[in-house]
């Protein structure tokens, strides 16, 4: 199991850049227009707006990673790093760079995101959840993207309140 990982790992790592280029005309830059409670679920909503034409994009995230997301927002400093200031810092001390993160997909209700990492020459993608993406990001100050068909898909998601009982975003 442990030499598959590693196997796919490596082929991944041999993905030129240039095929990353089809997906990068498919995606929109987005800034955060707020973070907030759904009044129906309380659940945190974090709304990424995209840049060009203000279309809106609620994603609905877990208590921690919204806090995350708040404290940066608020440039609240604290005495520690917390997890998402961990991984910017690792990140740093690696040599790498976070170049952007994409919501790259809504499927059955979930959202996926990816972290593009700059690291020795190559351009890493990184599967991880929005909220945390967004949250990371924040720290690295590096743009949020969203694939064009995530705005698409949007439109037809139901909200929390009426998906089945322990579906996540």
């Known amino acids: 199991m442990q030499q598959r990982l590693i196997f796919v790992l490596a082929l991944l790592l041999l ?83 976070l170049r952007r993160v994409t919501i790259t997909d809504l499927r059955n209700g979930t959202y996926y995101a990816a972290l593009s990492v700059g690291f020795k020459g190559q351009e890493l993608q990184i599967d991880s959840r929005p909220s945390d993406a967004i949250a990371i990001a924040l720290r690295a100050k590096t743009p949020i993207y969203v694939a064009t068909q995530v705005f698409e898909k949007s439109k037809a998601v139901p909200t929390p309140a009426a998906r089945p009982e322990g579906q996540k975003t």
Not at 71 to 91: A, S
């Open 15 to 97: 993905i030129p850049p240039s095929l990353n280029s089809a997906q990068d005309s498919a995606v929109v830059e987005t800034t955060i227009k707020t973070l907030t409670v759904d009044p129906t679920t309380e659940s945190p909503v974090v709304i990424l707006e995209s840049v060009k034409d203000k279309q809106l994009l609620p994603i609905w995230i877990d208590l921690p990673e919204a806090r995350a997301i708040a404290l940066e927002l608020e440039h609240v400093k604290i005495p520690r790093p917390m997890t998402h200031d961990l991984i910017r810092n690792i990140l740093q001390e690696l040599g790498a760079q």
